[in-house]
């Protein structure tokens, strides 16, 4: 293996190219290859390459023969990923593959299978856990600061879906659904404070404001654009999301807050802000008269890492990502977050969406094979 990573990016739209800034921010990398089927995405991916420039490809097929690269980042649409995966798993090629793993369970169960005692990793990139804020926060919750965590909720409240070559994620078959494409990131996040896997989930949801007016070879959008759901874990601790997707005008757009026994902690993004609190009585019943809201005795800092050289569109957490998944490539060591993992945070947001769609709660054991 040469000194740098040679990587290989695999769909070069604009997460394609976030992750050709955040490789040349790194360093110890360099991107030797770039495939797409879209000229302008490839002209666009070229033009991001300031070191030595890649060898280009329209078939991602000839990409992964080329003997170019060390490891492969997929970043095509998400109805893609399988198909992609298919080509990429009998390589030894080691591959972080974007989320959501794929948008159908099926698919991602027979993904799993096929990537079984293959030499490279398989990385899927929820990168979410990574925002130096979020870090915290997982840190602090997993060393006990908040004690015993009963409940995590997680608000979004943020602008519509941008615009995509060919308009792809303004469908549900080609993105999963918005629970599925947006918010698998969140579905990981709750299971990962929590450590434990949901039971069930509730959900309510629909499209109420955006892309109604929009029309695609006479067809309307149909991504739902607001939702709230629950979840209920083995533990009987809960987690809770609120997504609106036509609330831009927001401040802090994602909140996460953890809620145990004994403590609060709370991640504000882009304010890049962390809240810590206990409760004063240790867990016992709070004396009547003591105010709340007050703030008294809640420690407010900002967190950033100051190691991250690309912050992009993900507050630094594509770079930590990025230098993780290089370390384990470099030193043998499985991937952070594996298939598996992956596919678990797909099934939660196809539950909810199974959910909405039938008025009910849905058991994660319904849309996951037995023995899962």
């Known amino acids: 293996m040469d000194e740098n990573l040679r990587y290989g990016i695999i769909g070069c739209g604009s997460m394609g190219r976030e992750h050709i800034e955040n490789l040349q921010a790194m360093g110890g990398a360099r991107v030797t290859a770039i495939a797409d089927t879209h000229g302008p995405s490839r002209e666009a991916a070229l033009a991001c390459c300031r070191d030595a420039p890649p060898r280009v490809f329209e078939d991602h097929r000839a990409l992964l ?4 690269c060390d490891a492969v980042v997929i970043a095509t649409p998400n109805h893609t990923h399988a198909a992609m995966l298919r080509d990429a798993l009998p390589t030894d090629l080691h591959i972080l593959v974007e989320k959501p ?17 293959r030499r490279g990793i398989v990385w899927v ?11 915290e926060l997982l840190r602090l919750a997993h060393e006990g600061a908040a004690g015993r965590i009963q409940q995590v909720a997680i608000r979004e409240h943020r602008e519509p879906f941008y615009p995509k070559v060919g308009d792809w994620n303004r469908f549900n078959a080609n993105t999963g659904g918005t629970l599925v494409e947006k918010c698998c990131h ?25 892309h109604l007016d929009e029309r695609y070879d006479g067809r309307r959008p149909d991504i739902l654009d607001s939702a709230y759901c629950v979840l209920e874990y083995p533990s009987g601790a809960r987690a809770m999301l609120d997504l609106c997707m036509y609330a831009e005008n927001s401040i802090d757009k994602e909140h996460i807050t953890v809620v145990g026994d004994q403590g609060k902690l709370e991640s504000l993004l882009p304010s890049l802000t962390l809240r810590v609190s206990r409760r004063e009585d240790w867990g016992r019943p709070v004396a009547w008269g003591q105010p709340s809201g007050t703030g008294r005795g809640v420690s407010v800092r900002r967190v950033w890492d100051t190691g991250i050289k690309y912050a992009g569109h993900h507050f630094g957490a594509s770079y930590v990502e990025h230098q993780r998944f290089a370390a384990a490539i470099r030193s043998g060591a499985p991937a952070e977050v594996g298939l598996e993992e992956g596919l678990r945070a797909v099934a939660t947001g196809v539950a909810a969406h199974r959910s909405i769609e039938l008025g009910r709660v849905v058991e994660l054991a319904e849309v996951l094979p037995a023995g899962w």
């Open 65 to 68: 023969a080329s003997g170019l």
């Open 101 to 117: 793993l794929v948008t159908r369970i099926e698919d991602g169960v027979e993904l799993i299978e096929r990537a079984r005692g």
């Open 125 to 135: 990139a929820q990168e979410y856990r990574y925002m130096p804020p979020v870090a």
């Open 186 to 210: 969140y579905f990981n996040l709750m299971d990962l404070v929590l450590g434990e896997r949901p039971l069930r989930i509730y959900a309510s949801g629909g499209q109420r404001v955006n």
